[in-house]
């Protein structure tokens, strides 16, 4: 299989998360392109035991989000 994928990761998925597990042991390759900023003010919550981060539904609250390595 020769198709290349770009996939948006954040969260508990990215390096040094307790997931990333999940795309380290896929077959395949995986690399780091960019971070990303949202455009609109969106606000964050980390809830549930994994520590799981959402952005709630409530655009021009809160901060503007950055995802970073």
Same mark, same amino acid.
Request: proline share 4%; glycine share 10%.
């Given at each position: 299989?020769?198709? +290349?994928?770009? #996939?948006? #990761?954040? &969260? @508990?998925?990215? @390096? &040094? $998360?307790? *997931?990333?597990? #999940?795309?380290? $042991?896929?077959? =395949? $390759?995986?690399?780091?392109?960019?971070? =990303?900023? @949202?455009?609109?003010?969106? !606000?964050? #919550?980390? &809830? @549930? +035991?994994?520590?799981? !981060?959402?952005?709630?539904?409530?655009? =021009?609250? &809160?901060?503007?989000?950055?995802? $970073? *390595?």
């Amino acid at each position: 299989m020769d198709e +290349k994928f770009k #996939v948006f #990761v954040y &969260g @508990t998925l990215k @390096t &040094g $998360e307790p *997931n990333h597990k #999940v795309l380290a $042991e896929t077959d =395949g $390759e995986y690399r780091f392109i960019s971070t =990303g900023t @949202t455009q609109e003010k969106f !606000p964050l #919550v980390i &809830g @549930t +035991k994994y520590n799981i !981060p959402f952005l709630l539904d409530d655009s =021009g609250n &809160g901060n503007n989000r950055r995802q $970073e *390595n």
